[in-house]
């Protein structure tokens, strides 16, 4: 079972900026491909970026040029990067969790409010 606990989101003004993380405290770390994902209401829930075992990082198409994902391995953490935050980025943003391409894992969610 691998745990992942959100952290970062809150309100902030068209353009402005924000870092959420995400806590994965396990052994098998390194061997996970690690996502964020976010849904906004009467919406689906959306990959927005991802980054795998070997470091390779994808964007959703949205956010290409704003948002950045990266991790800290030897504190078991992934961070997203948003810059340059507009009102369609409101969403409660989830960290996922992947191993072997089998077993999933998601956080509790953070909110993440874009308004003036």
């Known amino acids: 079972q691998v745990q992942l606990v959100e952290s970062g989101g809150g309100l902030v003004q068209p353009g402005g900026s924000l870092r959420l993380s995400c806590r994965a405290p396990?052994?098998?770390?390194?061997?996970?491909?690690m996502g964020w994902y976010r849904q906004a209401p009467g919406k689906e829930r959306e990959l927005v970026a991802a980054?795998?075992?070997?470091?390779?990082?994808t964007y959703a198409d949205s956010v290409k040029g704003r948002f950045s994902i990266s991790k800290d391995s030897v504190n078991y953490m992934v961070y997203l990067q948003m810059n340059g935050l507009m009102p369609d980025d409101t969403a409660v943003y989830y960290c996922?969790?992947?191993?072997?391409?089998?077993?999933?894992?998601w956080g509790q969610g953070t909110q993440v409010t874009v308004s003036s």
């Open positions: 396990t052994k098998i770390f390194s061997m996970l491909n």
């Open positions: 980054i795998n075992v070997a470091n390779r990082r």
């Open positions: 996922k969790a992947t191993f072997r391409g089998e077993n999933e894992y």
